[in-house]
């Protein structure tokens, strides 16, 4: 059984930090691409960030870019956001997502396997 499970949320004041981690089973994943995705309440869900197969490249969206970072374990695959100098407008929950066949790396439609989410709080 296919399963992404997100960890490490919390309730954090602005400017503070927090780190996502999330763990792959059920399949071997070392040769997928990984996101992170958020989705505040009330609006859509938006590319965070993502990183491919072998994490030689990384992409951030504009809101994040210098803040986030996003890497990879691939024995077993475990994915990693860590988050840094937070705003109130990266309170949302955040998902975890797994795809093969990923080209623009933003669009949430490109990946395959998607975890329950994270829910992270930022206060101001």
């Known amino acids: 059984q296919v399963q992404l499970v997100e960890s490490g949320g919390g309730l954090v004041q602005a400017g503070g930090s927090l780190r996502l981690s999330c763990a792959a089973s059920?399949?071997?994943?070392?040769?997928?691409?990984m996101g992170w995705f958020r989705q505040a309440p009330g609006k859509e869900r938006e590319f965070v960030a993502a990183?491919?197969?072998?994490?030689?490249?990384?992409y951030y969206s504009d809101s994040v870019k210098g803040r986030f970072t996003i890497f990879r374990d691939n024995a077993p695959t475990t994915v990693y956001l860590q988050m840094n100098s937070l705003k109130p407008a990266d309170t949302g929950v955040y998902y975890c997502a797994a795809g093969r066949g990923v080209s623009t790396y933003i669009r949430p439609s490109e990946y395959d396997h998607w975890g329950p989410g994270t829910t992270v709080t930022v206060s101001s």
């Open positions: 059920g399949r071997t994943f070392s040769r997928y691409a």
């Open positions: 990183i491919t197969w072998g994490g030689g490249f990384t």
